[in-house]
């Protein structure tokens, strides 16, 4: 059934990945295209329930003009924030301490004050259940699947991810010349807190000699072992790819605490197998931490077509009268799952999949 749709809402949320404003302009175009209007909502939710914070409004209009010469741009011109969920919004009591509020209905209400008909949520696992709950609630909503990280389930790949992996890719390949000629071990922190695609992918994909992810704990000695190998086969250096989530066995990862609504990764994880390597090897071990430059930059030519096409899928789902549905991509098509099939379950790294096994193959460890 076509849809009543005359005006649509888009916003990002969680933290930002390449493609975000590809998606943007696909939407934008593709509404504008069916007579829609579109409107963007600063910072996650923060516009609607927080619109005094914004001097131009916390709600604006999203033309043809405001989204010329964006797809190729990082970061979002939405604006993000891993700190505004809605159905726990952090207050602030007089004591300096915070609580977790449900503004879900004010929220919705204000949707309906602004005159805004349908959402197009773009965002990760924590984004894409919140759009779940105010479709429950009657919202018309389509997901968009978001994140470097790569670890929202049914669909084969986020958009982010490709970017991520491939400068991750490139960094370490310099790593590489560096590391042999000082006759060093260079271990790389890079982000996946739950989920190591993107160590696994980069790793795999510029030969690093050891990738440690979170779907394995680590026995440092077998890490030692394997750069022990390589020394006496003459190479002097060593490559140590760890996903910033990794941890050894019977140990815990370096999430701690809980930021409010979130848990809270320091880091250290790079540094921590950096420092053991060296006092067990006695070869001298630099940590580079990767981070945010993850999340950085210009989004590679796949992200943007996987952008592209996931911001129009999204209008054809809404003007198709899909609501609670995340456009996925199951090649070669895009298709519509639920919500609730998507952010039900952390898609975390396949340790029988073909990429493990080709690494194992060519006698990459795991550090098991
Ligand atoms: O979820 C994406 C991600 O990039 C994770 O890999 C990382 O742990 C986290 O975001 C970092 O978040 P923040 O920007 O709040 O430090």
């Known amino acids: 059934?076509?849809?009543?749709?005359?005006?649509?809402?888009?916003?990002?949320?969680?933290?930002?990945?390449?493609?975000?404003?590809a998606v943007i302009r696909a939407a934008v175009i593709a509404a504008c295209q069916r007579g829609w209007e579109v409107v963007g909502i600063r910072e996650g939710y923060n516009g609607l329930l927080e619109p005094q914070r914004y001097a131009e409004g916390g709600v604006f209009p999203l033309t043809r003009a405001t989204v010329r010469g964006i797809t190729h741009l990082g970061g979002t011109i939405l604006g993000t924030t891993n700190k505004g969920n809605p159905l726990k919004f952090p207050v602030k009591n007089p004591d300096?301490?915070?609580?977790?509020?449900?503004?879900?209905?004010?929220?919705?209400?204000?949707?309906?004050?602004?005159?805004?008909?349908?959402?197009?949520?773009?965002?990760?696992?924590?984004?894409?259940?919140?759009?779940?709950?105010l479709a429950q609630k009657g919202l018309p909503v389509v997901g968009v699947p978001k994140t470097i990280d790569n670890d929202l389930d049914k669909t084969v790949v986020t958009f982010g991810f490709d970017s991520a992996v491939s400068?991750?890719?490139?960094?370490?390949?310099?790593?590489?010349?560096?590391?042999?000629?000082?006759?060093?071990?260079?271990?790389?922190?890079?982000?996946?807190?739950?989920?190591?695609?993107?160590?696994?992918?980069?790793?795999?994909?510029?030969?690093?000699?050891?990738?440690?992810?979170?779907?394995?704990?680590?026995?440092?000695?077998?890490?030692?072992?394997?750069?022990?190998?390589?020394?006496?086969?003459?190479?002097?250096?060593?490559?140590?790819?760890?996903?910033?989530?990794?941890?050894?066995?019977?140990?815990?990862?370096?999430?701690?605490?809980?930021?409010?609504?979130?848990?809270?990764?320091?880091?250290?994880?790079?540094?921590?197998?950096?420092?053991?390597?060296?006092?067990?090897?006695?070869?001298?071990?630099?940590?580079?931490?990767?981070?945010?430059?993850?999340?950085?930059?210009?989004?590679?030519?796949?992200?943007?077509?996987?952008?592209?096409?996931?911001?129009?899928?999204?209008?054809?789902a809404l003007d198709e009268g899909y609501s609670d549905v995340m456009v996925a991509l199951d090649p070669p098509r895009v298709r519509y799952v639920p919500l609730s099939e998507a952010t039900g379950r952390m898609k975390v790294v396949d340790v029988t999949c073909d990429t493990m096994l080709t690494a194992r193959d060519l006698g990459t460890s795991f550090g098991d």
């Open 96 to 133: 300096g301490t915070y609580r977790e509020v449900d503004r879900s209905d004010e929220l919705i209400a204000a949707f309906k004050t602004n005159g805004i008909d349908a959402l197009i949520a773009i965002g990760g696992d924590g984004s894409l259940g919140i759009a779940s709950a």
């Open 1 to 21: 059934m076509p849809s009543n749709i005359k005006r649509v809402a888009l916003n990002t949320g969680g933290g930002d990945a390449p493609g975000l404003n």
């Open 167 to 316: 400068f991750a890719t490139t960094c370490i390949d310099r790593l590489n010349s560096t590391a042999e000629a000082h006759q060093r071990v260079m271990v790389v922190e890079v982000m996946g807190r739950h989920a190591g695609w993107i160590a696994l992918n980069a790793g795999v994909a510029a030969t690093a000699d050891v990738v440690l992810i979170p779907e394995i704990p680590y026995d440092i000695e077998k890490v030692a072992q394997k750069i022990r190998e390589r020394e006496g086969r003459g190479s002097h250096f060593s490559i140590v790819v760890v996903a910033e989530g990794a941890f050894p066995k019977g140990g815990s990862t370096s999430i701690v605490g809980k930021e409010i609504g979130r848990a809270d990764l320091i880091g250290g994880a790079g540094d921590h197998v950096a420092k053991q390597i060296q006092a067990i090897t006695g070869k001298e071990t630099r940590c580079v931490v990767l981070g945010h430059l993850l999340r950085g930059g210009t989004p590679t030519t796949f992200d943007r077509l996987l952008s592209l096409r996931f911001g129009a899928a999204a209008v054809r």
